[in-house]
């Protein structure tokens, strides 16, 4: 019999999952599988590349086969949310994919996408419906669904999916489903803040941790270089040196857009993906990255959570991720499927504070090489040689630090060439450029304006009638 087999899984999912190349269930879905087709609400901690995915869509495959009742006229059976549109359309594959056998009716609801499409799709009923927050309130607003009849509610990436800024539309979203639905929530970190907001949607969940929380693949060789800001341009352009598969995160839209620009003057080829860009942009970049057309994808945190592109080899954190939990997404997108994968940050002096939030979340004190002003150093050059360097452990289980700085002082890549604070210019009297110049009497000081416009007294009055007569 097939281990798939043996979680409960039919020979007709059985059969497409082997055929997809897995062999055996992962921790994560040996947990999951069971407990989804019993009904339980869930909550799962996995590491990323570990078969989430896999993990929520088979069993509702699974009840659907068991099932098979037509989903009412602008309803649907199953509802997956996840932040991203191209998350979304991952998702949707792996159905596709794993569905072969099984009749099914499902759509895929993102925004870039135009109406009416759309709303063809969700007049027809679905069983399966994957949407992001956004564009599924615009539809249930507008009266084109109901979750009346909705039994099944999954969160991907919930950590995400539950922060403030999405956990009032996701409230929302939930109050229109029936209280006797299943919830299940899935994700690579789970803060305690978070997991507070989650107790609201489940009830009585059932939680499955296959691996320590917020804890980075092991397979991953992490390393840190130091050094100040302008020199990340020049340091990036000699490790994508021989590179294949890369993917380097910024922090903001703009900076991921000039860095491409700097790239292609420097004739590296890369492409950018973040939200400013249209869904057929983003789509055809990732398409092109996964295809070996680019090598290079330049992203924002649009990208770090849920892409699975098997052979990812290397990820470069240009900018240190302003959440701690970023940090474990975006590395997570190397090392998957069994695979090795490395993963370099480059951190600038005023990013210090965010490096060591990231160092107290993951409970590792990464390995750091310093990124000499002028120049790199022969270690800190070859980011493969630096990743690759061991961490020390300590008596308490956690990495030692590895660089010679004394604790609580900068490293030199923080003290060379440091700019002084450019002085205010001092103003000697004379007027600046543009500035008009005032009237001043002979000790120096401005003189009174007289008023363009005095009241009329009646001296004034004297003298016109005086002048009259």
Known sequence: MSKFAQLGLSSQLTKAVEKSGYDAPTPIQQQVIPLMLKGEDIVGIAQTGTGKTAAFVL???????????KAKPKHCGTLIIVPTRELAKQIDDNIEKYATHIYHQRACVVGGVKYPKQIKR????????????????????????????????ILDEADQMLDLG???AIRRIAKQTPRTRQTVLLSATMPKPIRQLAAELLDNPRDVAVAPQATPVER???????????????????????????????RTK??????????SKQGVAASAIHGNKSQNQRQRSLEAFRKGDENILVATDIAARGIDIPDVSLVVNYDVPTTP???????????????????????????????????????????????????????????????????????????????????????????????????????????????????RDATGQRKKRGNKNPPRGPARNRNRNRAAR
Do not use: W
Not at 254 to 263: E, M, P, R, T
């Open 59 to 69: 069993p509702i495959l699974e009840r659907l086969k068991a099932n098979q009742h």
């Open 122 to 153: 969700l007049n027809q009923g679905l069983d399966i419906l994957v949407a992001t927050p956004g564009r599924l309130e615009d539809h249930l607003k507008s009266g084109n669904l109901s979750l009346a009849h909705t039994e099944t509610l």
């Open 166 to 168: 999405f956990f009032p």
């Open 220 to 250: 991953i060789e992490q390393a840190v270089m130091l050094m100040e800001k302008s020199e990340k341009r020049p340091f990036l352009r000699e490790a994508l040196e021989n590179q294949f598969r890369t993917i380097v995160f910024t």
């Open 254 to 263: 703009h900076g991921a857009d000039q860095l491409v620009k700097y790239l």
């Open 325 to 439: 939990e970023a940090y474990v997404h975006r590395i997570g997108r190397t090392a998957r499927a069994g695979r090795e994968g490395r993963a370099i940050t480059l951190c600038s002096p005023e990013e210090q504070k965010l490096l060591r939030d990231v160092e107290k979340l993951i409970k590792i004190k990464l390995p750091v090489e310093n990124v000499k002003a002028g120049g790199i150093d022969e270690d800190a050059y070859d980011p493969m040689r630096a990743a690759a360097k061991p961490v020390k452990k300590t008596s308490d289980g956690h990495g030692a630090r590895t660089d010679k700085a004394p604790r609580g002082k900068r490293s030199d890549a923080f003290t060379d060439k440091r700019k002084p604070k450019r002085a205010k210019p001092h103003r000697k009297g004379g007027p600046r450029n543009g500035e008009k110049t005032e009237a």
